[in-house]
């Protein structure tokens, strides 16, 4: 069963960092691209950044400002948002979820993930 | 950015019933479209991937169909459990982008 779980989340203050953890259990971890996507309160979901199996690739939201650093560690099954200069519209749920599928080879669009499998979220609160 | 509309925002149903979603791109995203559904506190379900592929595990009530520009989600007859809200998402072009949702209620 796959599973992912997100944590490092809580309460910061504006200006702040914060780093998220997403521990994958239940697939090959270090075949799939992953993903994270936040929801704020209320709000639809926002694709927030994507990182390629072996980190060649990484993708960000223009919105983030490159605020936002992903990366992965694939030895412990491991994904990783350093999130800095944290403002109050950061204020979401964030999710990690992994690709559909693995996606070597592909090319173009065929590369470009869709999110199956999504961790519970973790809740991060941007406030003074 | 490739912007998604969703329309309704909100379809009101009763059981039984067969709900039409649309979404439409702001340009061609091909097939690459995908489905969601997310009920209150839960993370989103994959339902439909590349337009009109059902993801595992998916009841066939679900359908998904189109391409290009405008595509179109059919459930074809509610169940209680499907009163939730609906997302697209295009992986056609980064940024990677989701419509607003529609809200299937009762």
């Given at each position: 069963e796959v599973r992912l779980v997100e944590s490092g989340g809580g309460l910061v203050k504006p200006g702040g960092s914060l780093r998220l953890s997403c521990t994958a259990s239940g697939l090959t971890f270090s075949s799939y691209n992953m993903n994270w996507v936040r929801q704020a309160p209320g709000k639809g979901l926002e694709w927030v950044s994507s990182i390629s199996s072996t980190s060649r690739y990484i993708y960000y939201a223009e919105s983030l400002e490159g605020r936002f650093t992903s990366s992965r560690d694939n030895a412990k099954n491991s994904l990783y948002l350093q999130m800095n200069?944290?403002?109050?519209?950061?204020?979401a749920v964030y999710y990690c979820a992994r690709d559909l599928?693995?996606?070597?080879?592909c090319s173009g669009s065929s590369c470009n993930p869709e999110f199956d499998y999504w961790g519970q979220g973790i809740l991060v609160t941007v406030s003074s | 950015e490739i912007v998604l509309t969703q329309s309704p925002a909100t379809l009101s149903l009763s059981p039984g019933e067969r709900a039409t979603l649309s979404c439409r791109a702001?340009?061609?995203?091909?097939?690459?479209l995908a489905w969601y559904q997310q009920k209150p506190g839960q993370a989103p379900r994959l339902l439909v991937y590349d337009a009109s592929n059902r993801a595992a595990g998916i009841p066939a009530r679900f359908s998904g169909s189109g391409s290009g520009t405008d595509f179109t989600l059919t459930i074809s007859s509610l169940e209680v459990e499907d009163f939730a809200v609906y997302y697209c998402q295009q992986r056609s072009n980064w940024p990677l982008t989701f419509g607003g949702g529609t809200k299937v209620e009762i």
């Open positions: 200069s944290l403002r109050v519209e950061d204020t599928k693995p996606r070597n080879p | 702001s340009q061609s995203v091909s097939s690459f």
